[in-house]
T-cell receptor, first 117, second 118 residues
């Protein structure tokens, strides 16, 4: 079974430029997550999709970050314009996604390391 | 809001020895999951072990086991017979047990860097 795919693996940009990250979840996974991991910290959820709908974007800086999941499969996360503090690893994860009491493991991709100069 | 605290930024252990990583958490919920994730230099988060809060029995996965103290809100990871491949960042994480399509997010601690000494 193929895992969560992300690209690019690395990206270096100058501040005020824009950047986009791509994620392809595991086939059949309804729930997709984007996490931001700043150096020395644990990952923090930016946005969660259920199919192609947003269920939690409370920690997404909406003035500069946007994300979409068209057709409920792959997803893109965009930053425009980038700031120095956006330097981080951006992790994508997916899970089967069900309601009620139950556990569906989140599977993580390899992440994209963004450096903003 | 839930919080997860890892007070050991770095730990080291001799190969083949045992090491324990600490984690405490704060929540008002009674039904939740706790996890330990491993993140090697490749950056991919790998699930090591999972504990369900309503289960009193501590979870075990081969050389990895946990000490879950619900009343104390403590969740430590013990690695027995440490191997060179165990070297990585280890993150403790929390998740609500009830899924409402919006609260399945993982809340992570700041991590512990584990070094294995040959």
């Amino acid at each position: 079974e193929a895992g969560v795919a992300q690209s690019p693996r690395y990206k270096i940009i100058e501040k005020r430029q824009s950047v986009a990250f791509w994620c392809n979840p595991i086939s059949g996974h309804a729930t997709l997550y984007w996490y931001q991991q700043i150096l020395g910290q644990g990952p923090k959820l930016l946005i969660q999709f259920q199919n192609n709908g947003v269920v939690d974007d409370s920690q997404l800086p909406k003035d500069r970050f946007s994300a979409e999941r068209l057709k409920g499969v792959d997803s893109t996360l965009k930053i425009q314009p980038a700031k120095l503090e956006d330097s981080a690893v951006y992790l994508c994860a997916s899970s089967l996604g069900t309601s009620g009491r139950g556990y569906n493991e989140q599977f993580f991709g390899p992440g994209t390391r963004l450096t903003v100069l | 809001a839930q919080t997860v605290t890892q007070s050991q930024p770095e730990m080291s252990v001799q190969e083949a020895e045992t090491v324990t990583l600490s984690c405490t958490y704060d929540t008002s919920e009674s039904d939740y999951y706790l996890f330990w994730y491993k993140q090697p230099p490749s950056r991919q988060m790998i699930l090591v072990i999972r504990q369900e809060a309503y289960k009193q029995q501590n979870a075990t996965e081969n050389r990895f086991s946990v000490n879950f103290q619900k009343a104390a809100k403590s969740f430590s990871l013990k690695i027995s017979d440490s191997q060179l491949g165990d070297a990585a960042m280890y993150f403790c994480a929390y998740r609500s047990a009830i899924s409402n399509f919006g609260n399945e997010k993982l809340t992570f601690g700041t991590g512990t860097r584990l070094t294995i000494i040959p």
